[in-house]
């Protein structure tokens, strides 16, 4: 049975950081894709960052409205996917949740493409 299990919500000020993290048992992370979506009221899921490793390399994507400030990464070892968050601001404020792909899978961008979500924990960031 895969699970997932966020940790680091917070609500903090603007301009301020906090590391996400994403603890995956039933499987290993590193042979599928593993991303990090959010979600603010009244609106859609959207995905923040993804990760997936394939023959040795390692891909990664953010998106545009958290590039340079955001960071995902992940511990084999640890079977963790982290989110580093710096610089925060208002518009992040939503409930982030890590999600798992299928195993051998590349990483979409929509929330169907992923089989496995974590209950979600919520970021504020206040003004």
């Known amino acids: 049975q895969v699970q997932l299990v966020e940790s680091g919500e917070a609500s903090l000020q603007a301009g301020g950081s906090l590391r996400l993290s994403c603890a995956a048992s039933?499987?290993?992370?590193?042979?599928?894709?593993m991303a990090w979506f959010r979600q603010a009221p009244g609106k859609e899921r959207e995905r923040v960052a993804s990760i997936y490793t394939s023959t040795g390399s390692t891909y990664t994507y953010t998106a545009g409205s958290v590039k340079g400030r955001f960071t995902i990464s992940r511990t084999n070892a640890k079977n963790t996917v982290d989110l580093q968050m710096n610089s925060l601001k208002p518009e992040d404020t939503a409930m982030y949740y890590c999600?798992?792909?299928?195993?051998?899978?590349?990483?979409?961008?929509?929330?169907?493409?992923?089989?496995?979500w974590g209950q979600g924990t919520q970021v504020t960031v206040s003004s």
């Open positions: 999600a798992a792909g299928p195993m051998g899978g590349t990483c979409s961008g929509e929330p169907t493409g992923y089989n496995y």
């Open positions: 039933g499987y290993g992370p590193s042979s599928r894709c």
